[in-house]
T-cell receptor, first 112, second 117 residues
Framework: GEDVEQSLFLSVREGDSSVINCTYTDSSSTYLYWYKQEPGAGLQLLTYIFSNMDMKQDQRLTVLLNKKDKHLSLRIADTQTGDSAIYFC????????????FGTGTRLQVFP | DVKVTQSSRYLVKRTGEKVFLECVQDMDHENMFWYRQDPGLGLRLIYF???????EKGDIPEGYSVSREKKERFSLILESASTNQTSMYLC???FGSGGAQDTGELFFGEGSRLTVL
């Protein structure tokens, strides 16, 4: 079956780094995404990485892609309370690039 | 900025009622989607549409139908609501067409939380 897997919860102390992991299904997926959902809101794209890249950095965010293991991670440096949210990874499969497949979401809780 | 607007943030309906969830996008996107979000299950695709009057079933279409009469509007219909359809419903849109600006990114509305009693 098609399952994008994530752990459900992550708790970190303010100022520490957070690492959210995801295992996706298809090593030929074109794009891989990280979305953020704040309480009571829809999802917003945080960042994405094209499949021919290994790493992408954007300010406090670092995305690492291991295509061999079909593993995607999102590292948030200097995590703040405003980073508390649900984080979804998603893949764009090659057979239908318009239909993203989402993971279950990881709820990140940041405590002082 | 892309704006995807869902008509109702919160609805409470009774079992057997017909429910309409409306979604409008203002970026001339070709693709529109309806997802439901449940704790521990992530987002599951109900239906999507890649053009006016075109629709395709997603992973969980049972109990739902959709309508896309105009490019900017995509409606989700529950013909006879049931308690197991209590959920958060998310509408999204994307560029489509595989053009240069099409990274597959989905733009989401804020969600409609439906409770069926």
């Amino acid at each position: 079956g098609e399952d994008v897997e994530q752990s459900l919860f992550l708790s970190v102390r303010e100022g520490d780094s957070s690492v959210i992991n995801c295992t996706y299904t298809d090593s030929s997926s074109t794009y891989l995404y990280w979305y953020k959902q704040e309480p009571g809101a829809g999802l917003q794209l945080l960042t994405y990485i094209f499949s021919n890249m290994d790493m992408k950095q954007d300010q406090r965010l670092t995305v690492l892609l291991n295509k061999k293991d079909k593993h995607l991670s999102l590292r948030i440096a200097d995590t703040q309370t405003g980073d508390s949210a649900i984080y979804f990874c998603a893949e764009s499969p090659p057979y239908n690039t318009d239909k993203l497949i989402f993971g279950t979401g990881t709820r990140l809780q940041v405590f002082p | 900025d892309v704006k995807v607007t869902q008509s109702s943030r919160y609805l409470v309906k009774r079992t057997g009622e017909k429910v309409f969830l409306e979604c409008v996008q203002d970026m001339d996107h070709e693709n529109m989607f309806w997802y439901r979000q449940d704790p521990g299950l992530g987002l599951r695709l109900i239906y999507f549409s890649y053009d006016v009057k075109m629709k395709e079933k997603g992973d969980i279409p049972e109990g739902y139908s959709v309508s896309r009469e105009k490019k900017e509007r995509f409606s989700l219909i529950l013909e006879s609501a049931s308690t197991n359809q209590t959920s958060m419903y998310l509408c999204a849109s994307s560029f489509g067409s595989g053009g240069a600006q099409d990274t597959g990114e989905l733009f989401f509305g804020e969600g409609s939380r439906l409770t069926v009693l």
